[in-house]
Nanobody, 124 residues
């Protein structure tokens, strides 16, 4: 059983930056593809970014390309999401998710473990 704990959310002004972290425990972290999903009020959950088990392959949804960077440190069992040039539309609850496979998928139902989420609020 894998436990995921997110941190790093908060309130930031438009144009600012935040760095989210997700610490994993209870499993073989390097065997999992990882992703950050987000859900804004009244909207469906969507993948923001994903990273393969080795970090060699990444995925970004179009709206965050060029602004967000996902990375992982398998020695620390941690995945990160660096978010720059934040916009009010980025406001959401951000979830870390782990998939028992090497590659990223964009659908949430293909992920096996989820964190509790960390709130990101971007003011205009």
């Amino acid at each position: 059983q894998v436990q995921l704990v997110e941190s790093g959310g908060g309130l930031v002004q438009a144009g600012g930056s935040l760095r989210l972290s997700c610490a994993a425990s209870g499993g073989s972290f390097s065997n999992y593809a990882m992703a950050w999903f987000r859900q804004a009020p009244g909207k469906e959950r969507e993948i923001a970014a994903g990273i393969s088990w080795s970090g060699g392959s990444t995925y970004y949804t179009d709206s965050v390309k060029g602004r967000f960077t996902i990375s992982r440190d398998n020695a620390k069992n941690t995945v990160y999401l660096q978010m720059n040039s934040l916009k009010p539309d980025d406001t959401a609850l951000y979830y870390c998710a782990a998939r028992r496979a090497y590659v990223v998928r964009v659908n949430g139902y293909e992920y096996d473990y989820w964190g509790q989420g960390t709130q990101v609020t971007v003011s205009s």
